[in-house]
């Protein structure tokens, strides 16, 4: 009987392991949600399910509260390898996304998985020529809302007030109404806010509470004025080095994370809010449809220009008609 010598076996065996490393993917999410964040549990959620639906061949790793990047690289995070999914906040390489992510709208959160999907195909070829591909949607929409040290009457007349925004929608919004847009990342928003750099936050309630923020402004205005996605996108190239079956779990996955934390996310933000009122002195006063409405339509007649403008007509007749066809 012919032996193999030594070194073949070796050879042999390492191939083996080098295969087995090779069929391995990990992927890096990173997130500005902090672990204390309901979100959080949304992203291990995902995790699970890509290991699982992948057996266990792409892996993910998730890295909370902006510790691989701030706010505003995410393009450059994602584009750059330090991670492979990340927010992708209003950057001038998604002119579209940039102005649409954040959109004057009253939208029905009881479609808000259909409304995520179908805003997701109009910018899908957007990210793409950027070299990135959409993950997940972030439930934006439920909570984003203002904030005050002190009670405020009439959110249109902040005379003056210097409020925090994220984007240029929030800006146009903050300055029509007489105010002064500040940007400041979430994980800095406190310290900003007891320092009485801002006057108001402009900010989701998911995020506000778990920042503990209640403490040092205890005003809430509800106005639901917004439809909201910060998405979450993924290198390309990284997205196509995965095979078919591959792509398509990960894709899976997100979109059963996101309906798994709906209803979690909802009671989540619900509950922090009655508590901050109940026990923490907080107040929350809620705007009527009517007024909302009335807001809305103001601001949208502004933005509709910057829309046509950075969408082009197709993608931006394409936006108009999606928010009409998901108005609550």
């Known amino acids: 009987m012919k032996t193999l010598p030594a070194l073949t076996l070796m ?59 701030g706010w505003s690289e995410g393009v450059d995070a994602v584009t750059g390898g330090i991670a492979d999914i990340a927010w992708i906040p209003a950057d001038n390489r998604l002119p579209c996304y940039r102005v649409t992510s954040l ?18 195909d109009i910018v ?58 500040v940007f400041v990342s979430p994980n800095e928003v406190f310290q900003s806010a007891e320092r009485g750099v801002v006057d108001g936050i402009n900010m989701g309630v998911a995020t506000y509470s ?13 106005a639901s004025l917004f439809y909201g996605n910060i998405q979450y996108m993924m290198n390309k190239r990284k997205f196509d080095d995965l095979d078919g079956a591959s792509q398509q779990a990960l894709l899976d996955a997100a979109r059963e994370a996101e309906a798994w934390l709906k209803p979690r996310y909802e009671g989540w933000v619900n509950e922090r809010v009655g508590q901050a009122v109940m026990q923490g002195g907080g107040a929350a006063v809620s705007l009527n449809e009517e007024a909302s409405a009335d807001i809305v339509a103001s601001i949208a007649g502004e933005w509709e220009p910057t ?17 009409a066809d998901y108005r609550r």
């Open 11 to 69: 050879a042999s065996a390492l191939a083996v392991v080098t295969s087995s490393a090779q069929a391995q993917t990990t992927l890096r999410l990173s997130t500005y949600v902090n672990k204390v964040d309901i979100r959080y549990e949304g992203f291990e959620k995902f995790a699970e399910l890509v290991a699982e639906k992948t057996d266990g061949e792409v892996n993910v790793e998730i890295f909370p509260s902006s510790t691989l990047h």
């Open 103 to 120: 959109y004057p709208a009253l939208v029905d959160l009881e479609r808000q998985h259909e409304l995520d999907a179908a805003y997701t």
């Open 124 to 181: 899908r070829d957007e990210a793409a020529e950027a070299g990135l591909v959409p993950v997940f949607n972030s439930n934006y929409s439920y909570d984003q809302e203002w904030w005050f040290q002190e009670s405020i009457s009439d959110i249109t007349q902040l005379d003056g007030q210097l409020v925090r925004s994220i984007g240029p929608l929030v800006s146009l919004m903050i300055t029509s109404w007489g105010g002064e847009p």
């Open 210 to 222: 778990s920042w503990q923020l209640w403490d040092v402004m205890p005003y809430m205005v509800n």
């Open 307 to 323: 829309v046509a403008e950075s969408c082009g007509p197709e993608r931006a007749d394409a936006i108009k008609a999606l928010f």
